[in-house]
């Protein structure tokens, strides 16, 4: 969990951090008995079970599977984009906000993440202007409305980044177009923000359980996917509500399934 404040889970009148609320879970399933592994999943095998998990070298075997593989950032693909990821263009104001204190940055997007990403930023940053690339904004009206009651936000919409100024490793500000005249502006900048959504984390299941157009997997029988005793919960099912209660909740239903599925065929 990237979010910089939650402020809409219970139990946390005054709010906590993405960060912090991680680790508090993390410990208590830590007490309850539950083993944590560091590393990437590689790859499955779901054509059979036990239904084998590789992890680097390692492979592990499971009985059944719940997949909460969550969604990540999408990028612009943007001109000179590769070249700057990391130096200078970022998808976590949470994560690299501090990196760019008293500079003046940009945050590409309209919806809630891009208002709560710069809205943030403002933390650090001398300036942050917001680049959309309609006039209205996706955002939910509180969002926006804190967001534009911000004075060190700014705003450029009706454009479009079409590259990104800057080689050598150093970034220079963005190339934006506007959508009404298609006239170009070179906009300086210290740094950039994406924030225009996320895709769902399934390349590593190479198609073996069933998702929509978008790659969120589809839930078939309460939270079970296609493949008997292979569950889903999270972000990489969840298309609309995205949120870290929706989430948990969706982690305890598959658990809840998860088990029961495993009495109902005597594992």
Same mark, same amino acid.
Request: aromatic share 10%; no cysteine; glycine share 12%.
């Given at each position: 969990?990237?979010?910089?404040?939650?402020?809409? !889970?219970?139990? !946390?009148p005054e709010g906590i951090t993405g960060p912090e609320m991680m680790m508090e879970l993390r410990s208590q399933a830590s007490r309850f008995g539950c083993q944590i592994v560091d590393k990437n999943v590689d790859s499955v095998d779901l054509s059979k079970t036990p239904f084998k998990v590789t992890v680097g070298t390692e492979e592990h075997l499971a009985k059944s599977l719940i997949i909460t593989t969550g969604a990540?950032?999408?990028w612009l693909d943007a001109q000179n984009e590769s070249t700057h990821k990391g130096r200078g263009i970022s998808t976590c104001a949470t994560c690299d906000g501090a990196f760019f204190r008293d500079k003046e940055v940009i945050v590409?997007?309209?919806?809630?993440?891009?208002?709560?990403e710069a809205t943030f930023l403002t933390r650090f940053c001398s300036k942050v202007t917001i680049v959309?690339?309609?006039?209205?904004?996706?955002s939910s009206q509180i969002m926006a409305d804190r967001a534009q009651s911000n004075p060190k936000i700014e705003w450029k919409l009706n454009r479009v980044v079409k590259g990104w100024l800057g080689d050598d490793g150093n970034f220079e500000g963005a190339v934006l177009v506007d959508t009404r005249n298609n006239v170009k502006e070179d906009f300086s900048c210290d740094g950039a923000f994406i924030a225009i959504g996320h895709k769902p984390m399934t390349g590593f299941l190479n198609g073996q359980v069933e998702?929509?157009?978008?790659? !969120?997997?589809?839930?078939?029988?309460?939270?079970?996917?296609s493949v008997s005793g292979v569950f889903a919960a999270g972000d990489v099912v969840d298309t609309? !509500?995205?949120q870290a209660v929706t989430a948990a909740g969706m982690g305890c239903m598959a658990a809840i399934d998860a088990e029961r599925w495993l009495e109902d065929n005597e594992h």
């Open positions: 969990m990237l979010t910089s404040d939650v402020e809409n !889970y219970p139990g !946390y990540e950032a999408v590409v997007g309209g919806g809630d993440s891009a208002m709560e959309h690339r309609r006039e209205g904004l996706r998702t929509d157009e978008q790659g !969120y997997i589809i839930w078939k029988e309460n939270s079970m996917t609309r !509500y995205r």
